[in-house]
């Protein structure tokens, strides 16, 4: 069991280029934390601090207590398994999960249980005798696994292992990677992506990344429903939480906006008379957004749909550059497109944000 304490770890290329900072972080023993951000934000640059294959230009990682900050890799008690999966290609599946084992002089008997054992859990067995280029993309990701897992580490680092799979694959994959957190309930894994669906459906908490340092953390229902800020509300749900911008007309245990666009929403989130006036974004997301007769948040034309099956997408047309609203509608709704429809909402259901910080507390 390994826990995993990061403390104002920070990131600095040449001393000028500043890529992370105040990175503070308890992972607990047997989690699967998800690394999620945009592309460029340092998930990468993080994960690979914690490998030891990047200098930590400032504050302090511990595993279980001990300071790992100027311990070589292969003491960390880590493996990494990297987006690409190079595999021997003139080694069996077999000889590819034994080689490293190999190395570290282990007996013949100990290699053949550890790689048994491996290709039991990622179900390899069938594949043991085949070459690589015998084998699917999604088969080949699993044994570039099993090759970590074979020397059985405390922690594993996944550095987006399911990018150059296609779509089918890699729902099939990161399916395996769950049943394989659940194989291994002790061991400390930590999953960098960008993919969202991949971030809530795997993760035990999700640590949000964004402007050089953690935007927030928390399990996936944490941060779909509690947001702290805009960032995290529009980066967790697809389509993108909507937020539309107003002024605060009435406070008490419900807090009512005066949107900008003429509308009228009300929020759950409790506000008092100091709130009274200030600009804030309403946040709602287009899958609690409902037709309405009566106070609506937004009457809009209805510019494009796009009906999936088990949900219609409206994207409602906006004034000039304003930002586009989208509502998505349980089940099939045909004839839409060109309506003027009025939008609200559940107040539960309703964020706040001022200065770009949830007014929740
Ligand atoms: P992510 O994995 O989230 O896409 P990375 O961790 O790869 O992001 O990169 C984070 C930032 O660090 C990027 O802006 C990248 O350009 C910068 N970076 C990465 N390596 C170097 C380097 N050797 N020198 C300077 N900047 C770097
Ligand atoms: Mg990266």
């Not at 070459?131 to 699917?136: D, R, T, V």
């Not at 007769?293 to 409206?314: H, K, M, N, P, W």
Request: with cysteine; charged share 25%; net charge negative.
């Amino acid at each position: 069991m390994a826990e995993l304490k990061l403390r104002d770890v920070e990131k600095t290329y040449g001393g000028a280029v500043n890529v992370l900072k105040d990175i503070n972080l308890d992972i607990e023993p047997g989690e699967l934390i998800v690394f999620v951000g945009p592309s460029g934000c340092g998930k990468s640059t993080l994960l690979r601090m914690i490998a030891g294959l990047e200098k930590i230009t400032g504050g302090e990682l511990t595993i279980d207590g001990q300071i790992m900050n100027d311990m070589p890799p292969a003491q960390r008690g880590i493996a990494m398994v990297f987006q690409s999966y190079a595999l021997y290609p003139h080694m069996t599946v077999r000889e590819n999960m034994s080689f490293a084992l190999k190395i570290a002089k282990k007996s013949p008997d100990e290699i053949r249980t550890a790689v048994d054992e491996a290709a039991k859990v990622l179900q390899l067995e069938p594949f043991l005798d085949r070459l690589p280029k015998a084998l699917s993309g999604g088969q080949r990701q699993r044994v570039a696994i099993g090759r970590s897992i074979v020397r059985d580490p405390q922690v594993y680092l996944f550095d987006e292992p399911l990018s150059n799979l296609d779509a089918a694959l890699r729902v099939a994959t990161r399916i395996e990677i769950a049943r394989l957190k659940e194989a291994m309930p002790d061991r400390t894994m930590i999953y960098v992506t960008h993919d969202q669906v991949e971030a809530m459906t795997l993760a035990s908490r999700i640590v949000v990344l964004a402007n050089k340092g953690i935007a927030q953390v928390g399990t996936p229902l944490d941060l779909y429903e509690r947001p702290e800020n805009e960032f995290v509300a529009q980066f967790i749900g697809s389509p993108a939480m909507n937020l539309l911008p107003g002024k605060i007309s009435g406070t008490g245990s419900q807090t009512t906006v005066a949107l900008e666009g003429g509308g009228v929403a009300v929020s759950d989130i409790p506000t008092t008379d100091a709130d009274m006036g200030k600009v804030v974004n309403i946040g709602v997301r287009p899958e609690d957004l409902e037709a309405t007769q009566g106070d609506a948040i937004f009457t809009a034309r209805v510019d494009i749909t796009e009906a999936l099956g088990e949900v219609t997408l409206l994207y409602f047309e906006t004034e000039g550059d304003g930002i586009g609203l989208i509502a998505k509608l349980p089940g099939i709704h045909k004839g839409l497109r060109g309506q003027t429809i009025s939008m609200t909402s559940d107040p539960a259901k309703i964020h706040l944000f001022h200065n770009g910080q949830s007014m929740r507390v």
